[in-house]
């Protein structure tokens, strides 16, 4: 099994930056494809960001690109997801998600374990 525990959540400005951690206990994750995801209030939850396992390959909602940067140190088994240039539509709840198949992508039923995720929040 594998637990993650997101932390570095906030009240942030708009404009302003935020950094996520995922760090992960119980077995290494050095071989799965890693991602955040994000739910808003009354909203479904939305991909935002995923790695794979070398952190060679990394994917980006529309709505985050050139914002935000995901990465990864497997040494620590600790994902991270950069925040910058956060707009109030940037609040949610953000949740880290890992997948053993290795394979990323924007659906959430690839990824087999999840966080409880982290509060962000952007006031305007």
């Known amino acids: 099994q594998v637990q993650l525990v997101e932390s570095g959540g906030g009240l942030v400005q708009a404009g302003g930056s935020l950094r996520l951690s995922c760090a992960a206990s119980?077995?290494?994750?050095?071989?799965?494809?890693m991602a955040w995801f994000r739910q808003a209030p009354g909203k479904e939850r939305e991909f935002v960001a995923s790695?794979?396992?070398?952190?060679?390959?990394?994917y980006y909602a529309d709505s985050v690109k050139g914002r935000f940067t995901i990465s990864r140190d497997n040494a620590k088994n600790t994902v991270y997801l950069q925040l910058n240039s956060l707009k109030p539509d940037d609040t949610a709840v953000y949740s880290c998600?890992?997948?053993?198949?290795?394979?990323?992508?924007?659906?959430?039923?690839?990824?087999?374990?999840w966080g409880q995720g982290t509060q962000v929040t952007v006031s305007s």
């Open positions: 119980g077995r290494t994750v050095r071989s799965y494809s």
């Open positions: 790695i794979n396992w070398s952190g060679g390959i990394t």
């Open positions: 998600a890992a997948s053993s198949s290795g394979l990323t992508g924007t659906y959430s039923s690839r990824y087999d374990y």
